[in-house]
DNA sequence: AGCGATGTTCGCCG
DNA sequence: TCGGCGAACATCGC
């Protein structure tokens, strides 16, 4: 479930309960979850250490420690982060287990193994290096930047919101959404918008993003609790449009399905 | 039984 | 150089 609005989620799960707590023991119970480090490494490192920091930078968590350096966590697409009582069973697929000081475990989970968990001295080299770009939310992204960053561009609208070098935080999910709140087709051309439309692709972006935060996102009754007018819950076979009853559409971008709402977001007679 | 899945990366092509 | 595509990664659920 991992886009910025579950990630942002694990960052306050840990903010809440794994602050200023001591690391009693650090299991790497899969170590091709490690990213660049050995699993014996990793456990020395951490192992007696306690947390005290957590920053997200779109899909990317980092967690200081108080040995100086930065736990990074990425969930691919199919991960999880999960505080456990001790004694209960942690999930299953959990690939790294860390065992609190006085009770309590994180565990990081992750299914299909395609998220990475790893260590770095330097939190901003590290997003430096993966070339990630502003954070979605980020709140020196105001509208003017966000337009300025994305105009002109030739590329379709939701492969530019994907792109995690120009905006980090964004994926499949969350920019049908952002592309149906603003009415635009998934190939739109950027260059072909002008820029009041732009600033209602922000708008919808920044909107999408803080009301999914706000709702839970990735929790149980996530969708049921979005408001009336959002895609989200509709975007499955049989879906059909929340604002015109139209049956939805789905298009493969780059091995994605995107969905819309070919009413509401009509292509452009140059996207077909 | 086969296909698709909330991500990233890399090589290829126009 | 840019932008898009498809495969690969690994695993499970429908």
């Known amino acids: 479930m991992p886009e910025l609005p579950d990630v942002e989620r694990y960052r306050r799960l840990l903010e809440t309960g794994g602050m200023h707590r ?26 007696g250490a306690a947390l005290l920091e957590t920053r997200r930078r779109g899909k990317h968590l980092l967690v200081r420690h108080d040995r100086g350096g930065w736990i990074t966590m ?28 006085g009770g309590g475990l994180l565990a990081y989970v992750s299914r299909r193994m395609l ?26 992204l105001d509208r003017r930047t966000f337009i300025a960053l994305v105009a002109g561009s030739r590329r379709g609208a939701k492969a530019a919101l994907m792109d995690q070098g120009v905006i980090a935080g964004i994926g ?30 922000y708008d919808a972006m920044r909107r999408v993003l803080e009301v ?22 509709h975007r499955k076979k049989t879906g059909k449009c929340p604002r015109c009853g139209a049956p939805l559409a789905t298009l493969k971008l780059g091995s994605r399905t995107s969905w819309f709402c070919p009413h509401c977001q009509p292509a452009s007679r140059r996207e077909n």
């Open 22 to 47: 001591k690391i009693a023991k650090v299991s790497v119970i899969n170590a091709r979850i490690l990213d660049s480090v050995a699993p014996k490494k990793f456990e020395t490192a951490l192992t």
């Open 74 to 101: 990425h969930f691919g697409m199919s991960g999880d982060l999960v505080l456990a009582a001790t004694g209960e069973e942690p999930p299953p697929y959990t690939r790294i287990r860390f065992d609190f000081e």
């Open 115 to 140: 998220g990475r968990v790893g260590l770095t001295d330097d939190a901003e080299a590290f997003c430096r290096d993966r070339d990630l770009g502003i954070d979605a939310l980020d709140p020196s």
């Open 172 to 201: 499949n999910i969350y920019s049908d959404e952002i592309l149906f709140q603003t009415r635009l087709h998934p190939k739109a051309r950027l260059e072909a918008l002008d820029e009041v439309t732009l600033g209602r692709l």
């Open 212 to 233: 999914a935060i706000e709702r839970g996102a990735g929790s149980e009754e996530f969708l049921d609790r979005l408001p009336r007018g959002y895609l989200l819950p």
